[in-house]
C-alpha cells in the first residue's frame, strides 16, 4: 500500500478534467472506497 494511506478508512474519488483550453469541468460524482487491509504478512 502507498505510504501515508490509513487501513480501515472510506475514501472518495471523483473526476476533475480540463480541455485543451485550459477550462476546467465540474467534478464527477463522488466514488467511495474503502481501503481494507488485507496483507497477511506482517
Do not use: A, H, Q
Not at 494511506?5 to 474519488?13: A, E, K, P
Request: hydrophobic share 40%.
Amino acid at each position: 500500500m502507498p505510504s501515508g494511506l490509513r487501513t480501515d478508512t472510506d475514501f472518495y474519488l471523483f473526476l476533475v478534467v480540463n480541455n485543451t483550453e485550459g477550462k476546467l469541468f465540474r467534478p464527477s460524482p463522488s466514488f467511495k472506497i474503502y481501503l481494507k487491509d488485507v496483507f497477511g504478512m506482517k
